[in-house]
């Protein structure tokens, strides 16, 4: 039938990536299309509402002028098709840009500064003339509440797994949620368990805990303080049991506390490679026998408590952007916060 759909798989071909690109853009154009500045006025609005309207143009509307057009706002992709080059891509074609004027779109107070890499998709506004496309100011699509997307959307599923519809819309869920309102997550990032400081603010921290057990604890890598070496995966192992036999030390934790562990860029694992997969499950498996209630899961991973949807990334993701920034900010910015 219509609504069956093919199951997840990471080995997609070529066409899946580009429907993933068109899929983003689609949503990205009706939400933009869905913003006060960009909301077509009524016929009876007053003529100054108009002039503080914005309309968005798509790339194959300045390919198609011969002549200069200028005061334009596309919204597309921008690739580096060839070295040195930057375009912008949207589904109806590719235009070279122009970015040595280029600034912050401020006319909104969530556009503002960003780390702007190639596959982002911006707010270009300029002029466009001779096959070129002159960039005066970049920014990002605006962003909405959830709920505003869920008004139009409704109880699609865009976090993934198995249901069909959202877990928000679940009662039995919202319920469930609410009758356990102290629930509590606990995130611990590089934690490096080959230190013996850490391993004893571990303890500390257990130790805090044990009068009311959070509902769960999340671990994300490095393990490690030091780059891996060739006793990597036993060093790891004694790591890992000794932080075993520390939880063990505190029973009302052991059993009533989950233990989720998120590997981290310096992990053991096929390097760089997206998503990571867990930990082995040989270097885990004294660990699992310890403390049965624990799951050692992928980077990134995704966490589903009642209604709530979290979603876990542990990269440096900062070093990555600022690698791959088309223009890098100011210098005395604090690039974290972009």
């Not at 997609?12 to 983003?24: C, I, N, S, Y």
């Not at 998503?275 to 050692?296: K, N």
Request: proline share 7%; net charge negative; with cysteine.
């Amino acid at each position: 039938s219509m609504t069956d759909l093919p199951g997840p798989s990471l080995f997609g071909t070529a066409r899946d990536k580009a429907e993933l690109f068109r899929e983003r853009y689609s949503i990205l154009q009706q939400r933009t299309h869905r913003h006060e500045l960009f909301t077509p006025s009524p016929v009876v609005a007053h003529p100054d509402d108009s002039k503080s309207k914005f309309q968005l143009k798509t790339v194959e509307t300045l390919l198609g002028n011969t002549a200069k057009v200028g005061e334009v706002i596309v919204l597309g992709m921008i690739t580096q098709l060839k070295e040195g080059k930057y375009f912008l891509e949207d589904p109806t074609g590719v235009v070279q840009l122009d970015l040595k004027k280029i600034h912050s779109l401020t006319f909104l107070h969530q556009f503002h500064s960003g780390l702007y890499t190639e596959s982002c998709f911006v707010l270009a506004e300029g002029w466009y003339e001779d096959q070129v496309f002159h960039v005066n100011a970049f920014g990002f699509p605006p962003t909405e509440p959830s709920a505003t997307t869920r008004a139009f959307y409704g109880n699609i599923n865009f976090f993934g797994g198995p249901s069909s519809s959202s877990v928000k819309a679940s009662a039995k869920l919202k319920q469930l949620e609410e009758e356990n309102e102290d629930a509590m997550f606990v995130f611990v990032s590089d934690v490096w368990l080959d230190q013996a400081e850490v391993l004893e603010k571990l303890r500390v921290m257990f130790s805090g805990y044990s009068s009311a057990p959070p509902t769960c604890f999340f671990f994300c890598g490095n393990f490690s303080s030091a780059p891996y070496g060739k006793n990597q995966i036993q060093a790891l192992k004694g790591s890992l049991k000794a932080l075993a036999d520390i939880i063990c030390e505190h029973p009302s934790i052991h059993k009533s506390s989950r233990f989720v562990f998120v590997p981290g860029p310096e992990d053991p694992g096929p390097g760089s490679i997206l998503p990571r997969p867990p930990l082995a499950e040989h270097i885990t498996q004294e660990f699992r026998e310890l403390v049965p209630f624990s799951v050692f899961t992928t980077n990134p991973c995704r966490i589903q408590y009642c209604t709530q949807e979290i979603i876990i990334f542990r990269e440096d993701l900062v070093n990555k952007m600022c690698r791959n920034c088309v223009r890098f900010p100011n210098s005395n910015m604090d690039i974290p916060n972009h």
